[in-house]
């Protein structure tokens, strides 16, 4: 829990599937930090901290960034553990904030991501993907969770029906986001049909590769007071990195260890929910971190998926996810960030949540070889 | 091109690691053996089908994408490889790997290592069915 900082402000540029060719990286970028700082009221000038998560910004680097962007900056930092990043950015920029070496820093995450820039960051997304996967072939992690998929299903007597709820409640939240690129409704017999990706996994299961940026403004309690508007608080954030040397079989994830942690400094139960973030690259990550992090009561998988989320439609991933609003890259580390944000300042329009107060984000990511090394969560909540 | 598949093995405690550490997870140990693995179980089993048809190395050339089925593999030494897996082969068959050095991916100056396998006793068959695909 920090009493010292305040998130106030936060923007997300639209997501795109095919940009103009002029529209590079630090385009997307640059609009989502320019969005943030009009949405909180605060001139570049001020700003002196700023992070960056990015696949395709090299050869820049955040420093370059900066200069492009004409910030003069006494804390700069890069991160690039993807779908950890956004929160992973947070942790450091609160601790800096509190220690005073930054006052008001803007983080942001993005990425232009065609074909040939996804194909980049997976085949040289690491080394063991590079010299271990690609020449499979396999690029990207479809196939990975396919198997973790299968395991799931199997431990859980669980069903390709079960894990449409995830997608089909997100695409009912997204048809009420204008940014999201698949917004029309989609029922179980569309889902079950879709195209086949890495079976079981259909194209409704992985995430639309999107271009796009995401970005938030954090500052001091004392400089959020002068601004008078709406701002958020951060009540807990924990993170795990290679908590089972992969070795596992991932479907019990890093979060179960730090979940008791997390709720105890946040002085908050998962019950006094008003909405959550959960990571979703894929629908049984969002099944498995739920499941770790205590969202699922008395673990009734088939409740929480067909009650509490498809019927109920109780407010998780309310942007539609990164299932249905896209993925942009690194900035799928910073979507939920700014949509709980969002929320959280009552500034989501149509799809605002009533009385959203105390929201729940996860990351997760960085597959090292057979799942997500990365595992990290906050707690925020609306301030005054 | 192929080779029995192998994993490393602690020197000091006997942990198997693929792909290889640097140090020991289980007792910091910064001594490998190489060791033979190469039978073991299938335990899922998917197609891959591409989501672009077409797709350019990050060298420049473009290779022609198709369908890839991969198996998840659990060695009898404990480590779970990911490998190209012929089409024919189910969650719970037994099957015995190999390395493959992939001629059509290799990057300049290094390598890769691509693992196929074959169900037991018919190693040969199954490793040119598999080398035939993608």
């Given at each position: 829990m920090t009493d010292a900082v305040a998130i106030v402000g936060a923007a997300e540029s639209a997501y795109v599937r095919h940009p103009e060719v002029e529209r590079r990286t630090e385009t997307f970028l640059a609009e989502a930090v320019v969005g943030a700082l009009e949405d909180a009221g605060i001139?570049?000038?001020?700003?002196?901290g700023l992070g960056v998560s990015s696949f395709s910004l090299a050869p820049d680097h955040a420093i370059d960034f900066a200069w492009r962007m004409g910030m003069r900056l006494r804390w700069v930092m890069e991160d690039?553990?993807?779908?950890?990043s956004g929160i992973n950015l947070l942790q450091h920029a609160i601790r800096a904030i509190e220690a005073g070496d930054a006052e008001t820093v803007v983080l942001c995450s993005g990425d232009r991501m065609e074909k040939r820039e996804f194909h980049l960051m997976t085949d040289r997304y690491n080394r063991v993907s590079r010299d271990y996967l690609a020449p499979l072939?396999?690029?990207?992690p479809n196939a990975l969770f396919s198997f973790l998929t299968q395991r799931h299903a199997r431990a859980n007597g669980l069903g390709r029906e079960d894990y449409a709820c995830v997608p089909i409640a997100q695409r009912a939240w997204a048809g009420r986001n204008?940014?999201?690129?698949y917004r029309a409704p989609m029922n179980l017999e569309e889902y079950m049909e879709s195209v086949p990706i890495a079976p079981p996994l259909t194209r409704f299961d992985c995430v639309p590769i999107v271009s796009g940026g995401d970005a938030f403004v954090l500052t001091t309690r004392a400089r959020a007071a002068r601004q008078a508007r709406p701002a958020v608080g951060i009540r807990g954030i924990r993170a795990l990195f290679n908590h089972d040397q992969q070795d596992s079989?991932?479907?019990?994830?890093?979060f179960a260890e730090i979940a008791g942690e997390l709720w105890a400094s946040a002085g908050?139960?998962?019950?006094?929910?008003?909405a959550a973030y959960v990571y979703d690259d894929y629908p049984v990550m969002v099944v498995c971190q739920a499941v770790d992090l205590g969202l699922v009561q008395d673990g009734d998988l088939t409740r929480f998926l067909?009650?509490?989320?498809?019927?109920?439609?109780?407010?998780?991933?309310?942007?539609?996810?990164q299932l249905s609003a896209g993925q942009a890259g690194a900035a799928g580390g910073m979507h939920g960030l700014v949509e709980a944000i969002t929320q959280l300042r009552g500034?989501?329009?149509?799809?605002q949540v009533d009385g959203a107060e105390l929201a729940l984000v996860t990351g997760y990511g960085m597959?090292?070889?057979?799942?997500?090394a990365c595992h990290n969560a906050a707690v925020l909540e609306r301030l005054g | 091109m192929s080779a029995a598949f192998t994993v490393d093995v602690c020197s000091r405690c006997g942990y198997a690691a693929y792909p290889p550490?640097?140090?020991?997870?289980?007792?910091?140990?910064a001594e490998w053996r190489r060791r033979r693995a190469d039978s073991g179980m299938v335990e899922e089993v998917t197609v891959r089908r591409p989501v672009f048809k077409r797709r350019q190395l990050p060298w420049g050339n473009w290779l022609d994408q198709s369908e890839t089925w991969l198996g998840s593999v659990r060695t009898d030494l404990g480590p779970v490889v990911v490998a190209r897996v012929p089409e024919s082969v189910k969650p719970g068959d037994r099957v015995r790997l190999h390395s493959q050095a992939s001629?059509?991916?290799?990057l300049p100056g290094h390598l890769a290592e691509a693992t196929s396998f074959a169900p037991d006793g018919a190693p040969d068959a199954a490793a040119h069915d598999s080398a035939g695909r993608g």
């Open positions: 001139h570049r000038d001020e700003v002196d690039t553990n993807g779908g950890a072939p396999l690029n990207g204008p940014g999201a690129v079989d991932a479907l019990t994830t890093g908050a139960r998962p019950e006094d929910l008003d067909r009650g509490r989320l498809l019927e109920d439609q109780w407010p998780m991933n309310t942007s539609g996810g500034r989501a329009g149509e799809r597959v090292v070889y057979k799942h997500g | 550490r640097i140090l020991c997870p289980a007792c910091g140990g001629t059509t991916i290799a």
